[in-house]
């Protein structure tokens, strides 16, 4: 197999489509292979120098990446103070650039090379079209609400924790997105997370990151704007 269809093969987005998670998208089941193939033959290559900056805080998000070779680093502003750190470091087989493509919005981060790389990149219609939909099921809240009544379902809030206690459906778990890749040891593969925030796109984000790394999720469709249940809020 051609090294960069490896690196694709085995990033944490294909194992969660494969039929069995648990088990390695290539050697166990090659029918997944058609959908690989299908992001492969849409992706181009990128070569990067040390320092370049891939993606940049603020910009568009129109364009998904999977590192090839070299590492980076994952620069974020903090939410409430404006201060600049490093959130993150990635390398070989590592992906990035999914949140502004799903939100359909901004850049929330800037990656830079810390060293010189080959990067797989793959256009934001092409993403949505094939990634997206097999990983993102959204609901209405009229389903959630139903759902959420089995015994394995929990209510996941993606919302800033002024949002939450100002009002949030009953009983729901806060776990804001800019902190879910580094709070999902916290969360239980049992379990089935019905994720919201205040008009749904939030959620799609974090139903997309939750379904790329094996949990079971979905999003509630126009979030706490159109929740047409009851609401608590702290006293």
Not at 106 to 123: K, Q, S
Request: hydrophobic share 35%.
């Amino acid at each position: 197999m051609n090294m960069n269809l490896e690196i694709v093969a085995n990033s944490p987005v294909f194992s969660a489509l494969t039929i069995e998670r648990q088990l390695h998208v290539v050697s166990q089941h090659g029918g997944a292979l058609e959908g690989i193939n299908e992001v492969y033959a849409a992706m181009r290559t990128v070569v990067a120098e040390a320092g370049e900056e891939i993606v940049r805080h603020g910009d568009r998000g129109d364009r998904y990446f999977i590192i090839s070779k070299g590492e980076a680093e994952v620069w974020k502003p903090d939410p409430e103070t404006d201060i600049w750190s490093c959130v993150d470091r990635l390398g070989p087989g590592d992906a990035f650039g999914e949140d502004g493509i799903l939100v359909d919005g901004f850049r929330n981060a800037t990656v830079r090379m810390i060293t010189p790389g080959t990067l797989l990149m793959l256009d934001k219609d092409v993403f949505n079209s094939i990634l997206r939909k097999r990983l993102v099921e959204e609901v209405t809240p009229e389903r959630a609400q139903e759902m959420a009544g089995q015994t394995d379902a929990e209510w996941l809030d993606c919302r800033f924790e002024i949002e939450y206690s100002e009002g949030r459906i009953p009983g729901a778990r806060l776990m804001p997105l800019h902190t879910l890749r580094h709070s999902l040891h916290e969360l239980d593969r049992g379990t089935h997370y019905l994720v919201y925030c205040r008009s749904g796109r939030r959620s799609v984000c974090a139903t997309y990151l939750l379904r790329e790394r094996g949990y079971s999720a979905v999003s509630v469709r126009g979030g706490v704007l159109d929740w047409p249940y009851a609401i608590e809020r702290d006293d």
